[in-house]
Every structure is written in C-alpha cells, then in structure tokens.
C-alpha cells in the first residue's frame, strides 16, 4: 500500500533549539520526495525537493535527507524561529501517474 | 505576480445549498487539483485536470463537481449531497511535478 508516515504529530521546541522531523514512505515507484510547509489557514509552500539520488541538501536553515534504501527522509531545522511554527509536509509524487501521497503532517510550534 | 487564487477565503453553508468555490491560476500550467485538507488527515484528492475541458474524479470524488473550460480557471461546486463539507479546500496547478497551491477556501456548514 502507498503510504507516507511522519513523526512526531506535533512538537514544540524554545527558540534558537534544533528539531528534527522524520517521514517514512511505502510509494512505489518512487522518483522524488518533497517537504512542503504549510502556515496556519494557508496553502502549503515547498521547501525542498530530495530526488532518488540525492542524501542531503540545504536551505537556509533546513536541511533534509533521503535514505533511498531504508526509504525514510528526515528534516532538520537549525537555531529555531518563531516563523517556523507551521505545519510541515512530506509528500511523495506515484512516478508515472497524477498521484501525490500526503502524510499527515508534523505540526510544530516554536515558543519564546 | 504570478500564482493561484481561491476565493472566498471564507464560505459559509446551509445545509441544501450547492457552493462553489474559485480557483485561478495565471502560471500558465496545464494540470490542477483540488484536495480537502481535514484536521490530522492527509490532504485527499478530490479532483484533478490534466487539461482544458479533461477531468478526472479522485479519491473523494462524490458529492462533488468540477468543470475546466479554461486553462487557467478550475472551479469546484460543493453540492447538497456531500454530506460532510465542512474542510479547508486547496487548489494546485502542477508544473515539472512540484505542486503549486492556493492559499485556501475554509467552507463551514451552518
């Protein structure tokens, strides 16, 4: 079954800390994975983009990961904002068809 | 500034009342979706159009109907017989396979 999971539901982390948020995925085929943050009553905006051949890549103070092999991807945040308290989504595209899988999501919120 | 457009942000519902919500895009891309987004559930596929006058029912499909007569408008109509509208509703155009979005329609149901 196509599935993508993410852990923790929610987290609450003080300014300035560092988290990290996982997503394990059963898509198949797989090509691409993506992380999208999503602020409260908005639409949910990209992030990242982690392609089957790639383990990390950086943005600013977002780093993700894609273990192709274990088929876990994770994001890791640096030095906290308040502007980070958002809701953030992995989503896995179903190579060669319209689909994309959503997992539920990891709600996070940064206090000061 | 190119990009999506839902409107209204905010819709309220009688119970027997069809509504339909907006979605236009001015990103020039062929395929859009439109997914309902529940507290602590995925977002679901309710519909989805790979180009003008094409369109295909998604996971959650009834209760709902679509029409695509322009590329850049993807309007969704909300009718009676969805028996549980009230959600956030997204619209997405897709574009080298990332997924643009709208800022959201929150429908409740009086």
């Known amino acids: 079954k196509n599935q993508v999971e993410q852990s923790p539901q929610s987290l609450i982390i003080l300014e300035g800390k560092n988290c990290t948020l996982q997503c394990n995925y059963t898509v198949s085929p797989f090509s691409n994975l993506r992380w999208y943050k999503q602020d409260t009553g908005r639409g949910p905006v990209s992030l990242t983009i982690?392609?089957?051949?790639?383990n990390t890549k950086s943005n600013r103070r977002y780093t993700a990961t894609l273990d192709a092999d274990t088929k876990q991807s994770s994001l890791h945040i640096t030095a906290s904002q308040l502007s980070d308290s958002a809701s953030y989504i992995c989503v896995v595209p179903r190579s060669g068809t319209y689909k994309y899988i959503f997992g539920t999501g990891t709600r996070l919120k940064v206090l000061a | 500034d190119g990009g999506i457009t839902q409107s209204p942000k905010y819709l309220f519902r009688k119970e027997g009342q069809n509504v339909t919500l907006s979605c236009e895009q001015n990103l020039n891309h062929d395929a859009m979706y439109w997914y309902r987004q529940d507290p602590g559930q995925g977002l679901r596929l309710i519909y989805y159009s790979q180009i003008v006058n094409d369109f295909q029912k998604g996971d959650i499909a009834e209760g709902y109907s679509v029409s695509r007569e322009k590329k850049e408008s993807f309007p969704l109509t909300v009718t009676s017989a969805q028996k549980n509208p009230t959600a956030f509703y997204l619209c997405a155009s897709k574009s080298t396979g990332e997924l643009f979005f709208g800022e959201g329609s929150r429908l409740t149901v009086l």
């Open positions: 982690m392609t089957f051949s790639e």
